[in-house]
């Protein structure tokens, strides 16, 4: 299976160039509803998603609103662009990541100011296509439990809230990666666990309760597969200026070598405003 991301030339440049994909806190994006919390544990605001549509044609909406006004492009991939790494953490009883497997290394989970939380499931349920229904907080509502200001219980994964959107965004046919984030100490992990869980152990000293804690990042960014964006397929929008084309191939050239280029299917069929 294909997915499709519509955006801008200059993000595709960076993709490219720096071969990482972006995840954006939930709380930052255009569906207000996203990011929400689950009375006092803002669980929403704890998650990174990276968006994309498994619509196989070409969106007209999608141009507009994501594409740099249909100025942009459209970049394809395959549904698992990823790098695995194997997570094996029993570094104390209360801080245990035993036999998972998750997108980053342990310098990555472990960076400064935040901690990834890899899941069982994650290589299986770390991108699912968004489930869209009338009425979002009672669809919601059956995946926790929360019995008081200071207990939260979530079912699964821990991420399905963030699978769940209203009817009104159906017409994306979206499909979007998850990740899970905590706030972690100013120091992140360098190769010494006894150096990091020292650190952990004074930064919880100071902040209480990490459960309520948002992470001041606001994205972040994965390093992908190096065959993920060679075997790519980059569409150039219908309203895209002279030129564009051309620009796009220069940076595949230099960093995709592999990937195709062509102009969309609806170029000559929407009258510039």
Same mark, same amino acid.
């Given at each position: ?21 972006? &995840? ?9 509803? =996203?990011?929400? %919390? ?24 999608? /141009? ?9 492009? +459209?970049? %394809?991939?395959?549904?698992?662009? &990823? @790098? /695995? ?11 245990? &990541? ?5 997108? $980053?290394?342990?310098? =990555? ?14 290589? #299986? ?15 919601? *509502? ?5 019995? *008081? %200001? ?6 699964? #994964? ?10 009104? /965004?159906?017409?994306?046919? #979206? &499909? ?13 992990? *360098?190769?010494?666990?006894?150096? $990091? @869980?020292? =650190?952990?152990?004074?930064?919880? +000293? ?20 190096? #065959? ?46």
């Amino acid at each position: 299976m294909n997915l499709h991301h519509y955006t801008t030339v200059n993000t595709l440049a960076l993709m490219l160039r720096h071969q990482t994909l972006r &995840f954006t806190r939930l709380d930052q994006f255009d569906d207000v509803t =996203e990011g929400r %919390s689950i009375n006092t544990f803002p669980y929403g605001a704890r998650m990174f998603a990276s968006c994309w549509s498994a619509a196989e044609e070409e969106s007209i909406p999608q /141009w507009a609103m994501y594409g740099d006004a249909m100025r942009g492009i +459209r970049l %394809s991939i395959k549904h698992d662009p &990823f @790098i /695995w790494h194997p997570i094996n953490i029993n570094w104390h009883n209360n801080f245990q &990541f035993i036999d998972l497997e998750a997108p $980053y290394n342990l310098e =990555e989970m472990l960076s400064p100011g935040i901690t990834l939380i890899p899941t069982p499931k994650m290589k #299986e349920l770390l991108g699912q296509p968004i489930r869209y229904v009338s009425d979002v907080p009672s669809a919601i *509502s059956g995946l926790y439990t929360n019995t *008081s %200001s200071d207990d939260l219980t979530l079912y699964g #994964e821990g991420t399905e809230i963030a699978f769940l959107k209203s009817n009104d /965004w159906a017409f994306q046919q #979206e &499909f979007r990666y998850v990740l899970t984030a905590s706030p972690g100490p100013s120091k992140g992990y *360098s190769g010494n666990y006894q150096d $990091y @869980i020292e =650190e952990r152990r004074q930064w919880y +000293r100071l902040v209480g309760d990490p459960l309520k804690g948002i992470p001041s990042r606001t994205y972040i960014d994965l390093k992908l597969a190096k #065959e993920a964006l060679v075997e790519a397929e980059i569409t150039v929008g219908p309203l895209a200026p002279a030129g564009t084309l051309e620009i796009v191939e220069s940076l595949v050239a230099r960093f995709a070598v592999g990937a195709t280029v062509k102009s969309s299917c609806l170029s000559g069929t929407i009258r510039a405003k």
